[in-house]
């Protein structure tokens, strides 16, 4: 099985277990019609069942029967809450894409000259950030928007960005 995150482990919420969780907003939907998420822990993937949820300040609060107390909770925070990716697949909306599709790509200027690699995806203030590794491995957040970022080819691994002055620093 292939597995995507779909939200991370914030912290607890209660002392009942309810687990609060940060997520893309506006997959509220989508969050919803899933019964079943994984975390990866000690190597391990472990299945959490949905019990109840609901969504406050931001953050999706889960209840999950496997997870009943506060010290529970605290074993899961920071983990990547998954699901399996087949179950996932309508949760894009055009130029939506997955993290683990985006991460390894080649980026690319305008005249097709390698830029470097993404890295990983940084959000900051709720705005996405490529975060590209260039072949100095010198780190370069790149805003993840139309204008700049006009075409990923997941299927190819490459994205072309538009270089702004001032954008990446040489």
């Known amino acids: 099985m292939e597995f995507l995150s779909v939200g991370k482990i914030i912290n607890f919420h209660g002392i009942q ?92 200027d305008e005249n097709n000259n390698l830029i470097g690699i993404v890295d990983s995806i940084a959000t900051i203030k709720g705005e996405d950030l490529l975060a590209i590794k260039d072949i100095n491995n010198n780190e370069h957040l790149i805003p993840f928007v139309k204008k700049i970022v006009p075409d990923v080819d997941i299927k190819n691994k490459k994205i072309i960005i538009d270089t702004i002055p001032g954008l990446i620093e040489k």
């Open 17 to 108: 277990g309810e687990v609060k969780v940060g997520y893309t907003q506006g997959k509220e939907k989508q969050l919803k019609s899933l019964k079943e998420f994984f975390v990866c822990k000690n190597g391990q993937e472990i299945k959490l069942t949905v019990q109840s949820l609901r969504f406050h300040k931001n953050n999706a609060l889960f209840k999950f029967k496997e997870i009943n107390s506060i010290d529970e909770v605290l074993e899961f925070k920071g983990l990547d809450l998954k699901a399996e990716k087949t179950k996932i697949v309508g949760f894009l909306q055009e130029d939506e894409f997955y993290i683990n599709d985006l991460v390894g790509s080649g980026v690319f």
